[in-house]
């Protein structure tokens, strides 16, 4: 349900460009920032890349999203928070145009906090709905955030995204989308 989320915003953000700024190139990419050998993991610069920073289990007890204190099969749910960040990767001689994109993403924000089925048809079936609230961060915070990173600073937002239920219904096969017939004669 991470991706399933996550890409989810990531669709509708690059479909709100596509409408307001007329680009039809897709600006926001949900991405890590930095490979596992220390290589920059975007393709292509100019982007608006979203990342999973952090996960923290919900300990709020009133919570009142379907099912958040039910059991299923004697095994209570898990309710999670994501933090993800909103990066500004840009050459140096686009930081202008890096600061533009980045204020168009905390003012979508500020539009449409809340994702569910009603104003995001495409969300995942299983997901109630997503807020999005900005973290306020120090500066000592971030420099830790990116040092653990292994990135260098970027201008960048970080959102805390509430919450997706977890229980044993989220596990699922995930079948890739077969996209020509060359690619299907590969997979059998």
Known sequence: MIYESLSCVTDEINEYFRGKLK???QKIVLSGL?????TIAIQGENKIVVTLVNLEKETAKNLSQKGAMTMINSTPVLNINLYVLFSAYFTNSNYAEALRFLSFIIGYFQVKNVFNRANTPTL???IDKLTFEIVDMSTDAVSNMWSSLG???MPSVLYKVRML???EAVVREFRPLITSASDENQIK
């Not at 930095?34 to 220390?38: A, E, I, L, P």
Request: charged residues 40%.
């Open 34 to 38: 930095v490979n596992q050998d220390g």
């Open 165 to 167: 239920t977890f229980d």
């Open 23 to 25: 680009i039809y190139e």
């Open 124 to 126: 995942d079936d299983r």
């Open 151 to 153: 990135a260098k600073y």
